[in-house]
């Protein structure tokens, strides 16, 4: 039978890499999106036609009914998750003081509490077959802060605290937790970046390079497998040296 993962946002960016790469690699890839539905099914079917299998499943993973309702639905469906990624995340760059509270606590139920729910839903039917592997998605500004990102940085270094507390709670069930802390990605999430700025960030780079969706796919499914089996509460940076 196929090890099931569930993915959050995975709908474009590092998420549908990570997607396509465990459907490459025999998965059976559950793709949670949120807004981007056709984006998602064109994706879907374009695995499908390639004989790889990925499941669209909507849900806001801010909301946590909605979460619970996804993981049933997954474990009504194939009985387990063997691997939960929480990829699923929103950024916005403004000044400290212009945040509104809503932004702030918009930051924080997308990129912090939907970790807390996946984790919570997950965990029970992990915990029963003591197994199974998470991984979380912070970035390098919640290790270092970034100016102009306050709340951002502050929801991926809970996310760091999450991963590092849960991971030594549930090692005992045979359970681990990781977690990824990309540097700079070509995503959309920095589509608001221009070509001047990624140039100097690149240039500040060691590797000399802006990084890949799929150079954190395959970051994450070292982490999902056996090689990792002695990996738990760590943080992972793909960052190119950029932070070191
Ligand atoms: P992206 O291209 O902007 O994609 C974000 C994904 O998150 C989309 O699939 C989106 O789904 C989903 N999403 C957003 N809000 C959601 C919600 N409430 N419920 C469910 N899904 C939701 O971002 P990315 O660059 O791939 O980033 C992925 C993760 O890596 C994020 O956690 C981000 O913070 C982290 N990261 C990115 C970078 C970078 O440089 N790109 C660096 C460090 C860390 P819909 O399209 O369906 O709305």
Known sequence: MSKVVLITGASRGI????????????????????NSKERMEQFAQQMTEQGLSVIPMQADVSDEVQ???????????????????????????????????????????????????????ALPSMIRRQKGSIITTSSIWGISGASCEVPYSASKAAVIGLTKALAKEVGPSGIRVNCIAPGVIDTEM???????????????????????????????????????????????????????
Request: proline residues 2%; glycine residues 8%.
């Open 190 to 244: 920095n589509g608001n970046l221009t070509a001047e700025v990624m140039e100097e960030l690149k240039e500040e780079t060691p590797l000399c390079q802006i990084g890949t969706p799929q150079q954190v796919a395959d970051c994450a499914f070292f982490l999902a497998e056996e090689g990792a089996s002695f990996l738990t509460g760590q943080v992972i940076s793909p960052n190119g040296g950029f932070l070191i």
């Open 67 to 121: 979460v619970k309702r996804m993981v049933e639905e997954i474990l009504s469906q194939f009985g387990h998750i063997d691997v939960l990624i929480c990829n699923a995340g929103i950024a916005r760059q403004s000044l400290f003081t212009d945040f509104t509270a809503d932004q702030w606590h918009n930051m924080m139920a997308v990129n912090l509490d939907s970790v807390f729910y996946c984790c919570k839903e």
């Open 15 to 34: 998420g549908r890499a990570e997607a396509e790469k465990f459907a490459r690699e025999g998965y059976q890839v559950i793709a949670n999106y949120h």
